[in-house]
């Protein structure tokens, strides 16, 4: 038996490619405002980050009514990084909506999150977005998007996927690419036609796979998931069971409250049944992957295992001369219990402690993104700590060190390829193919993940900022040699003080500055970067020594050059292997592991002899 009168679908895409603006429009036309509400831009983004950094980080859902048909939209992060949200969500659904850009095509992460939909046999609607860009080119991303479902093996039936194009910010959806549509109909009605109803076998007892968490200040953790099976009531005895977790006896406990998607917010209901996507209260320690049954029947649904963690970095406590100036939460203890509760959230992060270290912990993600995404929301909460430079896990398969490799895709200018090509070659990059895109050239790599640290910055120098380049982990490969991630040295302050324009002022000569006068520094803050390879120290706080001779010419302005201020992903680029960052909430500070400069000459004169 199906449940007509629901559709369960999500939207997946490359980053960048328009999911979240599409959903704004589909709630728009959908009848989710009133007539005379005000309308926020890309509303899913509600987290601070994801608005400031114009990306989704977490999946969202949400629901829209459509004539007498409700139907549960799920938007899903485009970053590789946040894989880990796409794969469970994909479990919640019955058909996915892929939307690929008219300029950009299919991108690493369209290739992913395609993949696992596919494997999942969920019938996907393909949307060429932004049909309205003036450098569209429609009939070669249409080709393009069927060669990749050739690629990844698809069905015969999923070949002959529907193709709509739209304009997200628009909304309009047409079923021919040479016409503009008017509306998103031609959407909806492909939805409603296309993508199967879900099961609803409501005389079986209650079953519901967990998906996704949300949290709440009032009712702690609550289990986003859809119902597999039965019916569920307000205040029902339930049991929890894990699939990876067999012998493990069930967790008793209620359903405290429920909630279906209505919009953009949640309504309380007091009984759901199969085919439905729900929220539920009430369940203290749930977690992602866990099975909610009756008590009677506590059989545990299997769960797709995420990906391992390819990069991993030490969080420590703030021990500089600093700690403590700025931060609200500076211990260990509350330091890990922060990282524990971002476990809760996202099953692709493994915090573990550090033996012999009780103020340390290595925290494991999937990349460089969600990790630092991770850091910039906890000085927001005021924690202060520091951070070591990230690196990637090795895996041992067949006796052999092997190492993550990601596929990496450059849509660069034409002019800028061997530069790109050349600097790829040195980071033990292969190319895999070279693609003519208009004037410009689509390139793809198959380079280690540790290759790809601090490479951004050179990328965009390269091709005088036009590159676009996306990465997404693809296989464990036997380690391919030693790569020399940085080829400049640090600058590094001699005294602790306050930095004087006389002492920068000489300081600019070795190097490009990270500060200003009037700022606090201390011994071994890492103050500028160095052209040459090795480190170099400075004395910022140097003043001038007054004298009663007078000169002329010897009191001139001295003229600085503005300091360059580095982001927190420049940050993480930038840190050699001996350096650490200090993350306050008001402050990022590079600085020497050892901060006494007689031991650090001592530590790498001895490791050189």
Known sequence: MQNEKLRNVA????????????????????????????????????????????????????????????????????????????????????????????????????????????ELGHRVIVVVNKIDRPDQRIHEVVDEVLELLLDLDATSEQLDSPMLFCSGRNGTASYSPDAAGVDLKPLFETILNYIPAPEANVDEPFQMLVSAIDYNEFVGRMAIGRIERGTVRQNQEIAVVNYHTPDAAPKKAKAVALYEFDGLGKKPVTEASAGSIICMSGIGDITIGDTVCVPTAPDALPFVKISAPTIE???????????????????????????????????????????????????????EMSLSILIETMRREGYEFQVSPPRVLYQTIDGKKCEPIERMVADVPAECVGAVIEKMGTRK???????????????????????????????LTDTRGEGIMASVFDSYAPFKGEVS???????????????????LFNAQERGALFIGAGVDVYAGMVVG?????????????????????????????????????L?????????????????TPKSLRIRKSILDHERRMKATHGKKG
């Open 567 to 583: 982001s927190l992903e420049q940050c993480l680029e930038f840190l050699a292997d001996d350096e650490l960052l200090e993350v």
């Open 313 to 367: 970095m030490t969080f420590s406590i703030n021990d500089s001369p600093f700690a403590g100036r700025e931060g609200k939460f500076v211990t260990s203890r509350q330091i890990r219990d922060r990282l524990q509760r971002e476990t809760l959230k996202d099953v692709s992060l493994r915090v573990s402690d550090i033996e012999g270290a009780t103020d340390a912990f290595n925290v494991a993600g999937r990349g």
């Open 485 to 503: 991630r940085r080829n400049t040295g640090s600058l590094i302050a001699f005294e602790t003080g306050e930095s004087i324009t006389y002492g």
């Open 11 to 118: 939207i997946i895409a490359h980053v960048d490619h328009g999911k979240t603006t599409l959903v704004d429009e589909m709630l728009k036309q959908g009848g989710v405002y009133r007539a005379n509400q005000e309308v926020v831009d890309r509303v899913m983004d509600s987290n601070d980050l994801e608005r400031e950094r114009g990306i989704t980080i977490l999946a969202k859902n949400t629901a829209i009514e459509y004539g007498d048909t409700k139907i549960n939209i799920v938007d899903t992060p485009g970053h590789a990084d946040f894989g880990g949200e796409v794969e469970r969500i994909l479990k919640m659904v019955n058909g996915v909506i892929l939307l690929v850009d008219a300029a950009e095509g299919p991108m690493p992460q369209t290739r992913f999150v395609l993949s696992r939909a596919l």
């Open 429 to 459: 990059g292969d190319l895999l193919e070279m693609t003519p895109v208009g004037s410009r050239m689509k390139l793809e790599f198959l380079v280690p993940s540790r290759s790809l640290f601090g490479y951004r910055n050179e990328f």
């Open 529 to 565: 970067v160095s052209p040459k390879q090795e480190d170099i120290t400075v004395n910022v706080c140097k003043k001038k020594q007054l004298t009663n001779m007078r000169a002329s010419g010897s009191d001139e302005a001295l003229r600085l050059v503005p300091p360059r201020n």
